[in-house]
């Protein structure tokens, strides 16, 4: 058995599903220009959603999955409706904004373990059994996450650059001010950035639960990966999500084979440094959360 | 700031009848459990207390468990593993965590507020890891049976011996009287005054030739190292010490102390807000996990409708219930969606 | 009224900006005198405020240098440049606005406290003297501007010209040999105008080097003994403003952009 291919493989699931996160990270932190750490809980949420359709509620997989999603959307423009746009014009947003998505962080990791429970769940895996190909045995589950993930990320970068939202959304993360003097409803924009980057949180839930199980403290433990990927990606670039989220399934799975637990130490230690010297990030433009 | 002078004597005298009253409460009331309640209120003030130092400069720390953390295995190491006394353990609590504070500033501080968060969360994290992964720090199920004060023995008095609740009681009071004058005295000073300017706007300060990375350092290691002090007494004061009980949950809480209080009134509003988050539960019992949802629900309700916390509302400068942003113009604008101004 | 004679307080070597592939400022070069009034005029965009950025220190320029008193200051910090003595302005309302206005300027003074931190804490007696000296320092100054009426207020509740003209005195309250004005005079009525306008006269005659942008062509001409032309981040034209007014590519700039 070739092992680097095995990680490599194992590197490539694990890595798209940090790609969907980030992306849905780096959507929210360049259109709407917050901090969202409340943005681990709906990677939770989502997976424990499939399980609860699949489980309890005997829908087949996908139509579960997209049961997740669209809760993951909702709960996710609530968010912005009820608490995010309110202060996130004001002075002091990013004290108010962090505040805020750490109550929400709060009330949804504790919300989550009295409505789920507090024992991992898994998911029967959809499609079972392995193929032998270049030296790795491939289970087909993880093949397809890895082709959910290209399908779903390929999605959402398609919509992001095509669709009427998508240029909306990009104009906005440009210049709010700009985009409404071209006629575009920004607010409505925050709304739709804001549910679509939980559902993509939710997705990837909801797409890694059949494969890797659920985990009541999974959103938690993801979040500062995530967000420190995003930095060092650029917190403004999708490229730099798709690049970030890829390299860090491949440092974890390397990572985790080689050196066990502390892999995580080594990445975020790998990640301060290059923050240090590069602040805004490698790619993207940096973003204005209103502290210095 | 510098008129006000009123203002400033009202902050001194209920600060000092504050700690009157404090100073008489175990004379008062012998429970230990409520002493144990006030003496925990006090500590976790001094907590909150250090966001707000941070707080001040533009820093927004989620890894203020952390230096916490630092000041409380400091002792109980050197006590326990080195025999020394706690009187040395105390300042060598806050030395120690003052010091990792001025070596990580260059990483955490150069590169602005966002990168000051999150790598001050992941330091968190870290913190947990090495030493839930260090059998000479105790692992995860961390340090027990730390022992208690060292006896004070002054001339011409008996012995004190921390036994019971009260010694520690006032020692935690004292403590708490030496970091409110301390602060007070940076506050007064140049530094100060420059915290003060970084905290309205950074680039005006540079403009006028403040270092803002400099003081913003200087924020940070005073901040961290009375952090480290109250550690130190904490751990000799629990008895025991493990890493979970110094994550972000617990930095969460300090947050939530301060802003419940209200940012701006020195140690009141931190003293009130723990107060309340202390009490409240203990007199309706509530279970650990409701607990963390009703921070959760309280973090959000304070900054919708009153983001300068329980004291802004007494503040001179506005007329009662200003702060109070209404429940009815939150409900109007929530549900409508439609083009607004955009401003900032 | 000009004041050449010949010592450079400022010289700005080839200095370039350049961003996404634009260059804001394009090997801009020129000398500032000791003692002169340098206008600095031009179309909007073309450079102006990210020149007065990069002197200032805050905004890294892409290539050139420039050289403060002999010192070549093109890599320093902001901080570190105002303590070298040069001030500057913003365009639009930067103060520290819930402080009143003399808090304002005192905190300006700040690079003057000149007790040492011990004595500082335990608030000795001379500590107590520096601050009452600063106090009265930054007083004189708010006289000077004409604002002492006002030193109370808070700055958020000020009129426009009043918030731009307490711009200025922060920058002064710096102490500066070089100050850097930016449009000191926009959003300003002819009354205001006319009190900027004496105050800047009355800052060189304390021996100040003043760099100043403005669009106010009335201004710029009773105020400037040299004018810099910019455009599109180059510099089109420099001279006296008798000569600089009847140039034809600076008329054709700003009529250009119309």
Known sequence: MDIYGQLFFNGLAIGLVYVMLCSGMVLIQSVNQIIFIAFGQFYTIGAFLTWIGVDKLNFPYFAALAFGVAISFILGALTYLLILRHIQFKQGKFLATLIASTGLMLVLQQGSLLVFGTLPQSIPPIFKGTLNFWGITANIDKMTVIAMGIIITLFLFFFYEKSRIGRGMRATSFSPEIAEMHGINTNLIFLVTLGVGTAMAGVAGGIIAPTYGIDPQMGASVVWTIMAMTMVGGPDSLLGALAGGLIVGQILSFGQFYIGGMVQVVLFVIIAIILFFKPNGLLGRGIDIGVE | MLANKLSHNIKTISFFVTILILAIVPIIVKSPYYLDLIIVTIVYAVMAMTFIILLKTGLVSLGLAVFWGLGAYTSAILVMKLGLSFWIGLPAGAIVAGLFAFVLSPFLLKSGGITFLLLNAVLGLLFIVIIGNSTFLGMYTGINNIPEVDPIKLPFLPVIEFVSKIPYYYLGLILLIVIVLVVSAFNATKIGKAWTAIGLKPRLAESIGINVYRYRMYAFVLASAIAGLIGAFWAHYEGFIQPNGFNMWMTNYFQLYAILGGIGHGIAGPLLGAAIMKFFPEMIRFTQQLGNIITGVLLILLILFLPRGILSLFDKKRKFGEGFIFIRNWAKSSFTINRKEVKK | ?258
């Open chain 3, 1 to 258: 009224m000009t004041s050449q004679n010949g010592e450079a307080v400022l010289e700005i070597k080839e200095l370039t900006k350049e961003f996404g592939g634009v260059q804001a400022v394009n090997a801009l070069s020129f000398k500032v005198f000791k003692n002169e009034i340098l206008g600095i005029i031009g179309p909007n965009g073309a450079g102006k405020t990210t020149v007065i950025n990069m002197v200032s220190g805050f905004s890294p320029s892409t290539h050139g240098n420039i050289i403060f008193e002999n010192n070549n200051i093109t890599k320093l910090k902001a901080h570190q440049i105002a303590s070298l003595g040069i001030g500057r302005n913003f365009q639009s309302s930067f103060l520290f606005m819930d402080l009143t206005v003399i808090e304002n300027v005192y905190l300006a003074f700040h690079l003057n406290y000149k007790s040492k931190i011990w004595a500082q804490l335990l608030r000795l007696p001379s500590v107590r003297q520096e601050e009452n000296e600063l106090k009265r320092k930054a007083e004189v100054i708010l006289e000077e501007m004409g604002l002492s009426s006002i030193k109370n207020e808070i700055t958020r509740n000020l009129p426009h010209g009043y918030q731009r003209m307490l711009g200025v005195c922060i920058a002064l309250a710096t102490q500066p040999k070089l100050l850097l004005l930016d449009e000191p005079m926009t959003g300003m009525n002819q009354n205001e105008i006319q009190i900027m306008l004496s105050l800047v006269k009355g800052i060189r005659e304390k021996g100040i080097t003043i760099v100043m942008i403005e669009h106010n062509m009335s201004a710029v001409l009773q105020l400037c003994d040299r004018l810099i032309v910019l455009n599109h981040g180059q510099k089109i034209a420099e001279g006296i403003p008798q000569e600089i007014i009847s140039n034809k590519f600076v008329i054709e700039a700003y009529l250009g952009k119309e």
